[in-house]
């Protein structure tokens, strides 16, 4: 299982890139090879400001639809377009190509909430 050391990551199965004020975020490695092939990600919310926590999305596989969680308080600003027809690239590159969305953070106390590599990977082989 891949878990970038320079990523922070949520119990729910997010990571979180953090340049600045802007957050990219994607679902881990862990969390798509449990999913299996992706085959939609829905998301609906760019433009909205949204809380820590809340459901921006979803992500649907052959067997199952997911709700993705908002890592960090803020407003959506980006969705990654690409994946409206390459859904796949989620499986295939989960912290490149496949990320899902960016986020203009409101919030950034928030970050030390969000766990490390190390922390994830606790917590996915417990």
């Given amino acids: 299982m891949n878990t970038p050391s320079e990523l922070k990551y949520t119990k729910d199965h997010e990571w979180v890139k953090i340049d600045g004020d802007i957050a990219t975020v994607g679902i881990t490695d862990f969390a798509q090879s449990e999913l299996g092939d992706i085959v939609y990600v ?9 809380e820590q926590d809340e459901v921006f999305g979803t992500v649907e596989a052959v067997k199952t639809v997911s709700d993705l969680f908002l890592p960090l308080s803020g407003e959506l600003i980006e969705f990654n377009e690409v994946l409206e027809d390459d859904p796949e690239l989620v499986n295939k590159d989960p912290y490149g190509e ?25 917590l996915v082989q417990a």
């Fill in 42 to 50: 829905d998301i609906e919310s760019v433009g909205d400001k949204l």
């Fill in 98 to 122: 496949g990320w899902m969305v960016k986020i203009k953070i409101s919030d950034t106390s928030q970050i030390e909430g969000l766990l490390s590599a190390d922390g994830y990977k606790g």
